[in-house]
T-cell receptor, first 118, second 115 residues
Framework: AQKITQTQPGMFVQEKEAVTLDCTYD???????LFWYKQPSSGEMIFLIY??????QNATEGRYSLNFQKARKSANLVISASQLGDSAMYFC???????????????FGTGTRLQVTL | NAGVTQTPKFRVLKTGQSMTLLCAQD?????MYWYRQDPGMGLRLIHY???????AKGEVPDGYNVSRLKKQNFLLGLESAAPSQTSVYFC??????????????FGQGTRLTVV
């Protein structure tokens, strides 16, 4: 069964500093995708970044990068040059890619609340 | 661009009442999901569908039923609402293969209170 673990309920970071949000996962499937989402206080879910299990390079999207360590089953999100608008809840998620009907769940972690301070 | 639309946005139910939440997507996505979000619990999968006419149970399916008669719509039903079903409900949709990108697009959420 798939499992996503986010061990940091809350994090603080100063503006303009970098921050790493941890995510570990567990799956027996060889092909899967990893995702990070942001949920600001307004409640919408915003897709940030995607990493495929066979991707050789770590994914990057602007100030977001994903530190993918396959052997350790970790997919940490790195936010560089934090901004006040980055204050939000962040969720890590995983989905296997077997496309075999019941196998293709999208599973979320419990989230990390990031607070950016001046 | 509509994306994923959930109806209604807010609802208050009395214990024992029934209701249906509607999710509609216009992106021709194969996969659709229903989640509930409770404080400290993240998003928990209720039911999901990998195509028209097919549904499957997620982590917390008890007390809910779903149907996907049309590819673009995914309905979540509560037959007899209980206070434990007070939550924010999210619908999401995605393509079938993560290799095509595969990120899920979310609706704006439905805040349901059962009294």
């Amino acid at each position: 069964a798939q499992k996503i673990t986010q061990t940091q309920p809350g994090m603080f970071v100063q503006e303009k500093e970098a921050v790493t949000l941890d995510c570990t996962y567990d799956t027996s499937d060889p092909s899967y995708g990893l995702f990070w989402y942001k949920q600001p206080s307004s409640g919408e879910m915003i897709f940030l970044i995607y990493q495929g299990s066979y991707d050789q390079q770590n994914a990057t999207e602007g100030r977001y990068s994903l530190n993918f360590q396959k052997a350790r089953k970790s997919a940490n999100l790195v936010i560089s040059a934090s901004q006040l608008g980055d204050s939000a809840m962040y969720f890590c998620a995983m989905r296997d890619d077997l496309n075999t009907g019941t196998a293709s769940k999208l599973t979320f972690g419990t989230g990390t609340r990031l607070q950016v301070t001046l | 661009n509509a994306g994923v639309t959930q109806t209604p946005k807010f609802r208050v139910l009395k214990t024992g009442q029934s209701m249906t939440l509607l999710c509609a997507q216009d992106m021709n996505h194969e996969y659709m999901y229903w989640y509930r979000q409770d404080p400290g619990m993240g998003l928990r999968l209720i039911h999901y569908s990998v195509g028209e006419g097919t549904t499957a149970k997620g982590e917390v399916p008890d007390g809910y039923n779903v149907s996907r008669l049309k590819k673009q719509n995914f309905l979540l039903g509560l037959e007899s609402a209980a206070p434990s079903q007070t939550s924010v409900y999210f619908c999401a949709s995605s393509y079938s293969r993560t290799l095509l990108g595969g990120e899920a697009f979310f609706g704006q959420g439905t805040r349901l209170t059962v009294v």
